[in-house]
């Protein structure tokens, strides 16, 4: 097989072979396997909620000498760790900034990551070593640093969850009560457009491969935290400044605030187990089912129960709307896309296609979420919490910026090992 340098050679030559992997498994299923062979690079990509995310800021807060140390900071309220450096009389703040971390029930650090994005102008309150309480406004365009850090993303799959007992539960796993009985499901992971489904033994994606972080271009660090030989995952970082806002965000789940991210990995061809992987359909992709509280295997479902023949994007039917005066979907929604403002919208910017409000007003919003085999019933699914339908549009949009030469494959530095 070719090495990633040689393929990266063959690309910038105008010779190289690229594709989705949506677009492989569409030629290898359309009986014609003529080119399976020839491909050199497979765009991958995923969205999802992503705990593991935090943001390393550096910015002027106040004229140097204003204050010595910060003791403690607040950006839109959402508390931040100052340091590791002290910068001592300089006024400037060195901030580490969870994804988790939040100012109130509907608003964390997934939202504060995205406004900054976005240009929006930031609060910044500092709690000073002497007691002082000192206030300001920053942006993204202020800072002398913004990276974005994944401690723990790309799962190679993930799991469906349940509730089988009889209360309902708040839970990350679900932006309502998770009822009990059985009732619902929720999942995360993209199935076949998963970076690591297609390269699960490391073979093509190492420490140094280049990605799209929230489109903008970034770089694998290594193996992410509780990563293992069976459930790999990644970390990984990029500046924010290149990034696309619409590809992030905040998720708004019953127990809290939790951050959107997206990864696009483009995976060069360098053995045929890669190939292999991904030709390997949803409906062969395990996915175990767990019990929501207890965290115990309670079955076996695959990729194909929630991804095929069903709708990734929501329909939306305002004219069926009847106006109620609680809008229950509003009010659920996790990414807050939708609004009455003269009648009932969706910001499809803001949407994360995760289906919860067609189970909650199908008649306004409509979509096919598929459902979880167990113990022998089917368990529909209420929620899902990766965007399906943004991860093939990013793996295409790779494609494409491999293609113009606007992002260029990277041999890794290291391989990850287990």
């Known amino acids: 097989m070719r090495s990633a340098f040689e393929i990266s050679e063959k690309i910038r030559r105008g010779h190289g072979v690229v594709m989705t992997v949506g677009e492989l498994q569409h030629l290898a299923e359309s009986g014609d396997g003529e080119g399976i062979e020839e491909v050199d690079v497979i765009t991958t990509a995923t969205r999802a909620v992503m705990s593991g995310t935090y943001a390393v800021l550096s910015f002027p807060a106040a004229c140097p000498g204003a204050f010595i140390r910060a003791r403690s900071a607040r950006l839109n309220g959402v508390l931040a760790n100052v340091g590791p450096c002290p910068n001592e009389r300089l006024g400037v703040l060195d901030l580490v900034v969870f994804g988790t971390g939040h100012r109130d029930a509907r608003y964390g650090g997934g939202h504060l990551f995205r406004d900054l994005v ?6 910044v309150e500092i709690e000073t070593s002497d007691g002082r309480i000192l206030k300001d406004e920053t942006s993204l365009a202020r800072m002398q ?27 990350i796993f679900h932006a309502v009560g998770f009822p009990p009985n059985l009732a619902a499901a929720t999942f995360s992971g993209c199935g076949r457009y998963s970076p690591l489904q297609c390269d699960p033994l490391l073979e093509g994606i190492g420490a140094g491969s280049r990605i799209l972080m929230n489109g903008a271009t970034g770089m694998v660090i290594g193996p992410g935290t509780r990563s293992s030989k069976q459930r790999p995952n990644l970390s990984g970082f990029a500046d924010m400044a290149g990034m696309d806002p619409q590809l992030m965000g905040g998720f708004i789940t019953s127990a809290g605030p939790e951050c959107i991210c997206s990864w696009a990995v483009a995976i060069p061809v360098v053995s045929p187990s890669i190939l292999q992987a ?48 609680a809008c229950q979907a509003e009010e659920s929604c996790p990414t807050q896309a939708i609004g009455r403002d003269k009648g009932i919208r969706i910001d499809r910017s803001l949407c994360f296609n995760c289906g919860l409000c067609s189970t909650i007003c199908p008649d306004v919003f409509a979509a096919r979420l598929g459902s979880i085999g167990l113990a022998g019933r089917q368990v529909p699914v ?15 949009d790779l494609k494409r910026r491999i293609l113009d030469g606007s ?7 290291d391989a990850i090992r287990f």
């Open 407 to 413: 992002f260029q494959i990277t041999p890794m530095i």
């Open 118 to 123: 976005e240009g929006k102008g930031v609060t």
């Open 278 to 325: 991904a030709l390997t359909p949803d409906r062969d992709i395990h996915m175990p089912v767990m019990d929501v509280v207890e965290r115990r295997p309670l079955g076996e479902a695959d990729y194909g129960q929630v991804w095929d023949d069903v709708d990734l994007a929501v329909r939306f039917s305002p004219q069926a709307c009847r106006g109620c005066q």
């Open 382 to 396: 209420a929620m899902r919490q990766s965007d399906r339908a943004r991860a093939q549009k990013m793996a295409a």
């Open 145 to 171: 640093s913004a990276r974005l850090f994944g401690s723990r993303h790309c799962f190679k799959n993930y799991s469906a969850f349940v509730n089988p007992g009889c209360q309902d539960v708040r839970t």
